[in-house]
């Protein structure tokens, strides 16, 4: 009797799971382009890192970087909302997110790192005000005007 109990259980677990329920629904990361939403919460998780200096260079928006790791490729993407406060110059967050892909070494390296944010100046125009808000840091938001 206990096995045909243990069966039927086991039975109904494996049934009520599908392939898409298993799948990761995340939006991929597009490392170095920002997306304009539409983007899922979970694409906001990312691992630790520090910014430590952004600016906009034609269109392309630069920050200098450091995190822990070395032993593996790390992306960065940015994300920032359909919602955006447009008075002008616009006013536009992007999210950045670290992905250290598992690294687990503890090298400490820096590194800049470029996104484009063409579909930005294509979505907003000439000018606007850029907030660049990191994603699991301690650093603080770097604000910067484009257009000016």
């Known amino acids: 009797m206990k ?16 392939s898409e329920s298993l799948m990761d629904n995340r939006r991929q990361m597009e490392d ?3 997306v304009i939403g539409p983007y899922m919460e979970d694409n906001l998780d990312g691992d630790p890192f520090e910014l430590r200096g952004a600016a906009i260079n034609s269109n392309r928006l630069v920050i200098d970087v450091a995190y ?16 955006n406060i447009l008075i002008y110059p616009p006013q536009i967050t992007v999210f950045v997110v670290h992905d ?4 687990l070494c503890e090298a400490y ?3 800049t790192v470029e996104l484009d944010i063409s579909t930005l100046i294509d979505e907003f125009g000439d ?12 650093s603080k938001s770097i604000v910067l005007d484009y257009g000016e």
Not at 3 to 18: A, E, K, P, Q
Not at 100 to 103: L, R
Not at 130 to 137: C, D, M, N, R
């Open 68 to 83: 822990s790791g070395g032993c593996a490729q790390h992306d960065f993407a940015g994300f920032t909302p359909n919602v």
């Open 100 to 103: 250290g892909n598992d690294d």
């Open 109 to 111: 390296p820096n590194e």
């Open 32 to 34: 170095g382009t920002v």
């Open 3 to 18: 096995h045909v109990i243990l069966f039927l259980t086991l039975s109904c677990l494996l049934m009520g799971c599908d």
């Open 127 to 138: 000018r606007f005000r850029l907030t660049v808000y990191p994603i699991e840091s301690a």
